[in-house]
């Protein structure tokens, strides 16, 4: 059975509908990638602790979170989220640098919600903290030669921002 873009092994009933999403809740919360999800308007309505880890201050529920990225992935974000609540289908993956203690290298997939029928009902985020795998390819960079910033700089050239839409 299809509901929602999850696939389930057995017709559900209510109470089975309850339990599976509590059951949902649990897999998201524990999910090691962070997942928030926004309505159509950009406001953060839920995420998980991964999520929130990535940030110094955690994100208000409620509110744009826009407000929370640069410049350059702001208006890739606005583009997606503009995009909500039509019939057209958006997706990016933008990267940015969060500070949570420290600097982190933060890749975020985002992408419109398909609701009933073809509009589409907020956007869904899945963020990765790409820090460890950056440093990782500087200290093999350094190991060929080179000083530590430009080894630095070029694994973080690797981060990509691509804006992909479509008709549904």
């Not at 509901?3 to 999910?31: K, M």
């Not at 406001?43 to 110094?56: A, D, P, R, V, W």
Request: hydrophobic share 40%; aromatic share 8%.
């Amino acid at each position: 059975m299809h509901t929602s873009g999850w696939v389930w092994h057995r017709e559900a009933d209510e109470v089975q509908v309850r339990e599976d999403n509590a059951r949902l809740r649990v897999v998201l919360g524990h999910c090691p990638t962070g997942v928030a999800v926004l309505d159509e308007n950009g406001s953060l309505i839920g995420y998980n602790e991964q999520f929130k880890s990535l940030f110094s201050t955690p994100p208000p529920l409620g509110e744009p979170i826009v407000r929370f990225f640069a410049e350059g992935p702001r208006a890739m974000l606005a583009e997606v989220v503009a995009l909500a609540g039509t019939t057209q289908r958006a997706g990016a993956i933008i990267s940015m640098q969060a500070t949570a203690g420290e600097e982190h290298a933060i890749e975020f997939l985002v992408g419109t919600l398909p609701g009933e029928g073809t509009r589409s009902t907020g956007v869904v985020m899945a963020a990765n903290d790409r820090t460890a795998r950056i440093r990782a390819t500087s200290r093999a960079l350094l190991k060929f030669g080179g000083d530590s910033s430009d080894s630095y700089a070029t694994a973080r050239a690797g981060a990509s921002t691509v804006f992909v839409s479509f008709d549904v």
